[in-house]
């Protein structure tokens, strides 16, 4: 995939990608706090088809009661995702969910700061070799 726009297969739809990637007693996923976000995030070694990183946005009503609001929350989030997803290698099947968690609107200089801060840190603590099998 080339160009700056982006794509349907980078986003994360699959059900059950999605219950793996919030369950509690998946040792696999993992989080990440940078302010307004917390990102969850996991290699997934079964999806084969879509060899790069796919991503959701959640933006809770509970945090932002305005649905004008959580929709502009979400277009800052997925316009900092898009600019900074180079961050990342682009080949390995990454799950990662953007959860808002900030209680009012913030800039998205502070969105896109938190975007790339969330993406380094998951790009350093990726294995050398993440879709190996590993030792028991």
Known sequence: MKGQRLYKI?????????????????PA?????AYPLRAVWRVNPSRRSAG??????????????HAVDRV?????IREAYRLNRDLMPRDLPIDIAFVYVA????PYAQVNKSVTRILSRISTALPQN?????PH
């Open 72 to 76: 502009q929350m979400r277009r800052r």
């Open 130 to 134: 993440p879709l190996a099998p590993t």
């Open 103 to 106: 209680a009012e609107l913030l």
């Open 10 to 26: 980078e986003k994360l739809r699959s059900e059950i990608a999605i219950g793996q990637l919030f369950d509690r007693s998946n």
């Open 52 to 65: 790069c990183p796919q991503f959701l946005i959640a933006v809770p009503k509970k945090k932002l009661r």
């Open 29 to 33: 996923a993992q989080s990440i706090m």
